[in-house]
């Protein structure tokens, strides 16, 4: 590029003019001034067509910049699977040892019955009862294991993904009721706006763990009559209820006791989370809430297969799909 009026004066001096006027205007300083206008126009203002290969470079560069971000989130969301699933099969590991503990005392059992030298037809049938125990109990155990592999999946594939399927949500419904068979289940899954999403990100720094914000899956049957307003305009304060623990919104994560036709399941960052027991008598005394923590786990003593959790702030609850249980 020319940067100083000495070269552009060199230039216009090596070009060959095709007419020239016949005023003093055609003296060599003129001719020279003449062209320095004309070659700083031709530099500093392109034509068109040089400005729109600009902006298709600019679009091309931008579209590649997203392809290569969106192949960066897909590639962090399969190795987070991964992690979850490494971590099912350290407790599948250790599902399998404790099996394998219980079977040598099994063999141990039976040794000692035969250094006994016991050979009643009573003793027979004792041994074949422990047999058939056994082989009970490591098919149970079996089925467990391949339960939680699917049900972590389905959970991770939910939290993570937008465009997780019905069938997904369907699915992980049907391994958190009882009873799942005698019901037909259907998931509608809901449309949330910019604005919803955009509370519960805002929410997320404001937690006591920080980055840990323990997020998961649980089912949301309060205010039935409102099931249909929640997913449209997302929970509110107007949605809190007074429970166990005072006022708040009360998640569950199991269905039992199937009464209502309509449930959300929702996506709700916990945070820092305060376990306390279920008491084992009904009261309307309200347990004192630790302001230190961001949400309470009740923890059910003695059914333990659902517990109940309650977070305080509407802005950490984003419902997913309506579920309709028939």
């Known amino acids: 590029m020319f940067s100083t009026k000495k070269d552009f004066a060199l230039l216009a001096r090596q070009i060959s003019l095709p007419t020239r006027e016949t ?48 192949a960066l989130f ?3 969301k399969h190795e987070m699977i991964g992690l979850y699933a490494k971590i099912n099969a350290q407790d599948q590991t250790i599902v399998s040892l404790n099996r394998e503990r219980f079977l040598l005392a099994k063999e141990n059992a039976a040794l000692k019955v035969k250094l006994s030298q016991s050979t009643s037809y009573q003793d027979d049938e004792i041994r074949e009862n422990e047999q058939l125990e056994t082989l009970q109990m490591i098919r149970e155990m079996d089925k467990i294991s391949i339960l939680n592999e699917k049900l972590l999946v389905a959970q991770m594939s939910l939290l993570m993904d937008d465009d997780c399927t019905t069938q997904m949500a369907v699915e992980y419904c049907r391994n958190r009721l009882r009873d799942a068979k005698n019901y ?18 805002s929410s997320l720094p404001l937690l006591h763990n920080g980055n840990q914000k323990n997020e998961t899956l649980l089912f949301y049957s309060g205010h039935s ?13 107007e949605d809190f209820l007074y429970g166990s623990v005072g006022k708040g919104l009360y998640f569950h994560t199991n269905i039992k006791n199937l009464q209502k036709e309509k449930y959300l399941l929702c996506k709700v960052a916990l945070g820092r989370i305060e376990l306390i027991s279920k008491p084992k008598t009904k009261s309307t005394i309200t347990l004192k809430r630790n302001t230190e923590y961001d949400s309470v786990k009740i923890l059910d003593m003695d059914i333990n297969v659902d517990d109940e959790i309650v977070v305080f702030d509407s802005h950490l609850a984003l419902p997913l799909f309506i579920i309709t249980f028939e």
């Open 184 to 201: 037909e289940i259907t998931a509608d899954k809901i449309t949330r706006d910019g604005a919803t999403i955009a509370l519960y990100q």
């Open 23 to 70: 005023t003093k205007e055609n003296s060599i300083p003129f001719l020279v001034d003449i062209y320095q206008v004309r070659l700083w126009k031709l530099i500093h203002s392109p034509e068109q067509t040089d400005l729109d290969d600009i902006a298709q470079e600019f679009q091309k560069s931008m579209f590649h910049s997203y392809q290569n971000q969106a």
């Open 225 to 237: 009559d409102h099931i249909d307003i929640i997913a449209n305009a997302g929970f509110t304060n």
């Open 74 to 76: 897909q590639r962090l």
